[in-house]
C-alpha cells in the first residue's frame, strides 16, 4: 500500500498595496456611528512552499483608480516589486497571482508580473464584463488584452497546487473566491478576500456582502474547518506576526 504524500507548508506573508482614505465606516461595521470615516489598507498575500510563488491579488494603483473615479494613496507596480523582494523573489518567480475578485484595489498591478498566470473564477469574469457589474471594476478588457494566453479561467472548487485550493464563495461579488493554504500539517489558513473584509467580519458581515446567504454559509464552513481567516482590509493585520513593513 502507497504512504499518502502529506500537502506541502505553504509560508505566507502580507504586504500592503496602498490605502483608500476617508470611506465609510458603516461599509465594514454595521455598528459605526453615521458620518464616520476609516482610512483602509490594500493587502495582497505572498505564499511560497518553497518551489513555486503564488501572489494572492496585486493591490491597489493610484493610476488605475483614478480611471475609475477613485481615490488610492500608495500602492504601484514598483511597491509591489519592492515587496516580493523583501520576501526573496522578483516578479519572475511569481508562478501565479489568484484574484479573489476584480475590483480596481485587487488587480491593479498585474503588469508587473510577465511571467505568472493568472487565476480567476469564469463566473467573476461575466459579472465584470456584465454591463451591470458597477464602477469598481475598472477597465477589465484592457487587463484581459494585456494577460492573453496567460489569465486562466477556473470553474468552482479548485486545487491549484497541493496544500493551495480556491473556493467559490459569491458574498461579496457573484463570482468572488478565497484561497484555503495549508500553513502547517494541522492548519489551514483562508486567505478571505472582501467575503470578510475586517475580522470582525466574521461574527457580523458589513454592508459590502450583497449576498448575506452564501456569505454566512461559507463562514458556517471556515468555522466548522476552523481555518485561520486572513481579510483583505483590516487595518489591524499591520500587527500580524505574517505582516512584512514596507522596506523592511
Known amino acids: ?19 483608500i482614505p476617508q470611506l465609510p465606516k458603516t461599509l465594514y461595521f454595521p455598528d459605526a456611528a453615521d458620518g464616520e470615516l476609516m482610512d483602509i489598507p490594500c493587502y495582497c ?11 494572492v491579488d496585486s493591490g491597489a494603483n493610484p493610476v488605475l483608480a483614478r480611471q475609475g473615479g477613485c481615490t488610492v494613496v500608495g500602492g504601484s507596480d514598483e511597491e509591489l516589486a519592492a515587496a516580493l523582494s523583501a520576501d526573496g523573489f522578483t516578479p519572475d518567480d511569481v508562478r501565479y497571482v ?10 491593479a498591478n498585474d503588469g508587473l508580473l510577465r511571467k505568472a498566470h ?14 451591470r457589474s458597477g ?26 497546487l497541493p496544500g493551495l485550493r480556491l473556493v467559490p ?12 493554504v495549508n500553513v502547517a500539517a494541522d492548519h489551514r489558513a483562508c486567505i478571505c478576500g472582501d467575503i470578510v473584509s475586517m475580522l470582525a467580519n466574521v ?3 458589513g454592508a459590502v456582502t450583497s449576498d448575506l446567504i452564501a456569505t454566512q454559509a461559507f463562514l458556517a464552513r471556515a468555522s466548522s474547518a476552523g481555518w ?14 505574517w505582516f512584512v513593513p514596507r522596506g523592511r
Open 45 to 55: 498575500y505572498v505564499l511560497t512552499d518553497g518551489v513555486s510563488v503564488v501572489l
Open 203 to 205: 461574527s457580523a458581515p
Open 1 to 19: 500500500m502507497t504512504a499518502a504524500v502529506a500537502a506541502p507548508i505553504w509560508r505566507v506573508r502580507i504586504h500592503e498595496l496602498g490605502v
Open 118 to 131: 493568472v487565476v480567476v473564477q469564469q463566473e467573476e469574469l461575466d459579472w465584470a464584463l456584465s454591463g
Open 228 to 241: 485561520i481567516m486572513l481579510p483583505s482590509h483590516d487595518p489591524d493585520f499591520r500587527a500580524h506576526d
Open 135 to 160: 464602477p469598481f471594476y475598472v477597465a477589465v478588457p484592457d487587463w484581459m488584452g494585456v494577460l492573453g494566453r496567460r489569465l486562466l479561467r477556473v470553474t468552482g472548487e479548485t486545487e491549484l
Open 98 to 107: 489568484v484574484h479573489t475578485h476584480l475590483h480596481y484595489d485587487h488587480l
Open 169 to 180: 464563495n459569491g458574498g461579496h461579488t457573484p463570482g468572488h473566491q478565497s484561497v484555503i
